[in-house]
């Protein structure tokens, strides 16, 4: 008779009362249990224990019948001792090529679980590990048999340069969790790193691997030489030479153009498909506004309605977030502990807007007017006659410098306008002399703001939830009415346009619209019709599109958001940029906190920077952005703070 594949999955599984049901059967062969010769069925009664030892029985289960399947699985273990007793560890090798792939992590269980690796030589130990091949994910997952076999298990994990995958996976990978796993002593950095090499060299590493061995730092658990990053960046760039023309058949074009669009100060952004491999995003920015309107203030206003780096209420669109990464791109690919969560989207948007950046510049010059003379307008006229603020000093480059000298001199001027700002923020005025004594490298997050309980950060589960519940596609999709299905994103969407009842989704639906409900979300009117709480909704967005809501824009956005919300879910923090914010400028500028990032400042400062001249044009826009976002952050201070006074 064929075993039944009965798998225990875990105690809040779904597919619990199929496999109770095989169980049952099992226990109606009880008679043979002893006879069994099969690896599988051995495998299998060791699944049936589990489910009986954790509780889980069918509600049509009697207490006689239940009491019964107890004391017969009482005698699994002893049966499963003798099977493995009566055979020797080379016997164990050859039964293991008949182990179904579902049983195979099993196997290993019972292995730790009977301590077969106790009666075994470190040879036997290793000549049996070579011809199971356990995948290091099980093997390293039973800790007492990596501790006592630890020498037979480190040359059988050094065996095979695939293994360098797993290293990668729990060291370098974001979201693995390496104390899952007892690595063997034996095993030392020389040893991994060797090992890492290997695969590098190997036939065909996996691309996605490969990056993050060249980008990823985890310097206590698997240090890696410059040689060997070195190594898979070249690696990577053959490999992906070689087959990015197979499997990269569609690509898209970015085009950004500056026509006469009648003094209006537009910008209009449209994509099209040019044909059915390519996808252009155009960009087309008003020249007669720009060139009509050269004074200093429209100029540094444009950055925001003509080049769009922040919003209205100056909140940088060009940061990245969960809300601009697809699906794919954020679960289904391969990514770095400390990798900047770029994509399609936000690659796209920046690209565009480093362009349309170069071209206004272009344009301005053309006109006799230096971006960078405007950002010392900015600092050395403008704060001083509108806040009567003095002290900020703002060096632009001298004229007639290369691309690398302007490059290198705004690295140190966004670091000095920063700390100039944090000195007037802690002492309210911007003192040289103290500034001199600040050698250290100022941190983006650091930089403090002058205004209270500016952001608020939900840390909440119950937050997150709501956003999930109110803002995917959760309680659309399985609606009744498939043409309802089929109109509606989420069920903001659908309540707002049409009537709803309780009844009119799917029962595993109601416990969620419950939920809602008792969060005061949505509302249940008396003739028992869903409504949307409109404010609370609106908040809600807010949160899912920023990451973050902004308290400090006016005097009642804090008090609205109280009344809503309230703060219990919230931890408030003044500093002058968002963390969406932060996290940006240091995928810019630094290196110290993404892995990925471009680290503007750390190549110019430290002259590691590249040597085309294109690359360092395309630099410098995205320094320009950098600093462009400063000053319209330290502006918004500024003028809100003077507002709050105005008010009181």
């Known amino acids: 008779m064929e075993y039944y594949g009965v798998k225990f999955y875990g105690t809040g599984d779904f597919a619990n009362a199929e496999e109770l049901k095989k169980c049952e059967k099992v226990f109606d062969d009880y008679e043979n249990w002893n006879n069994y010769t099969d690896i599988n069925k051995i495998i299998e009664l060791y699944n049936v224990k589990k489910y009986i030892d954790t509780g889980i029985r069918l509600d049509d289960w009697a207490d006689e019948l239940y009491l019964d399947f107890q004391k017969k699985s009482g005698t699994i273990m002893n049966i ?72 037979a298990v480190s040359k059988y994990f050094l065996s095979d340069a695939q293994h360098a995958e797993f290293l990668v996976q729990i060291y370098l990978q974001k979201g693995q969790l390496d104390n899952k796993y007892r690595i063997p002593k034996e095993l030392t950095n020389e040893n991994k790193e060797e090992l890492v090499i290997a695969y590098i060299k190997s036939d065909a590493p996996n691309l996605n691997y490969l990056r993050l061995i060249m980008q990823e730092t985890n310097s206590s658990k698997l240090k890696l030489k410059p040689s060997t990053k070195i190594m898979a960046r070249q690696k990577y760039k053959e490999l992906y030479e070689k087959y990015s023309s197979r499997f990269m058949d569609f690509g898209w074009n970015i085009e950004v153009s500056f026509p006469s669009l009648g003094g209006d100060g537009k910008t209009i952004r449209d994509t099209s498909n040019e044909n059915e491999k390519e996808f252009c995003i155009r960009c087309r920015t008003d020249y007669d506004w720009i060139v009509e309107n050269l004074d200093y203030p429209t100029i540094l206003n444009n950055l925001i309605y003509l080049i769009e780096i922040t919003d209205k209420q100056g909140r940088c669109q060009l940061a990245a977030n969960a809300s601009k990464v697809g699906f794919f791109e954020a679960y289904m690919g391969v990514h770095g502990i400390k990798e900047y969560p770029v994509g399609a989207a936000f690659n796209a948007m920046n690209q565009m807007t480093a362009l349309q950046m170069l071209g206004y510049c272009n344009i301005l010059k053309k006109c006799n007017v230096d971006i960078e003379d405007v950002y010392k307008w900015f600092f050395e006229i403008y704060l001083k006659n509108e806040f009567d603020i003095d002290g900020f000093i703002f060096h632009p480059s001298s004229k007639g410098a290369t691309q690398l000298e302007k490059n290198r001199n705004i690295a140190i001027e966004i670091e000095s306008v920063l700390k100039q700002f944090t000195e ?82 799917d029962f595993f639906q109601k416990n969620d619209l419950k939920w809602l409900i008792s969060r005061k979300t949505i509302l249940e009117t008396d003739d028992g019709f869903l409504k949307l709480n409109l404010k609370r909704a609106y908040l809600i967005k807010e949160l899912k599109d920023w990451d973050y809501l902004f308290l400090g824009q006016d005097a009642g956005k804090e008090e609205f958001v109280k009344e809503i919300l309230g703060f219990e879910e919230f931890e408030i923090k003044d500093t002058l940029f968002s963390e969406p914010e932060q996290k940006y400028l240091n995928y810019l500028l630094n290196n110290d906190s993404v892995s990925n990032g471009m680290a503007l400042r750390n190549r110019y400062v430290h002259a590691t920077n590249s040597l085309s001249e294109h690359r360092q044009e395309m630099d410098y826009a995205f320094f320009l952005i950098a600093m462009s976002l400063i000053i319209i952050k330290i502006n918004q201070e500024f003028c809100t703070l003077d507002e709050l006074k105005k008010t009181k």
């Open 424 to 505: 007037y923020c802690h002492y309210g005025v911007v003192d040289r002399d103290s500034l001199e004594f600040a050698a250290e490298n100022l941190k983006i997050s650091d930089v403090p703001s002058l205004l209270e309980n500016k952001y608020a950060y939900s840390r909440s589960e119950e937050l997150q939830r709501e956003k999930n519940l109110l803002y995917s596609a959760q309680l659309v999709p399985f609606l009744k009415n498939k043409e309802t299905r089929r109109s509606f994103k989420n069920i903001v969407e659908l309540l707002l346009k049409q009537k709803k009842k309780k009844d009119d989704f």
């Open 80 to 151: 499963i001792g003798k099977f493995f007793a009566s055979r020797s560890i080379n016997n164990l090798s050859k039964i293991h090529e008949n182990i179904d792939v579902l049983y195979k992590e099993d196997f290993w269980e019972i292995i730790a679980k009977i301590e077969i690796y106790k009666k075994c030589s470190k040879e036997e130990f290793l000549n049996f590990l070579k011809e199971t091949e356990p995948g290091l994910n099980v093997l390293l997952s039973q800790k007492d048999i990596v501790g006592r076999q630890s020498e």
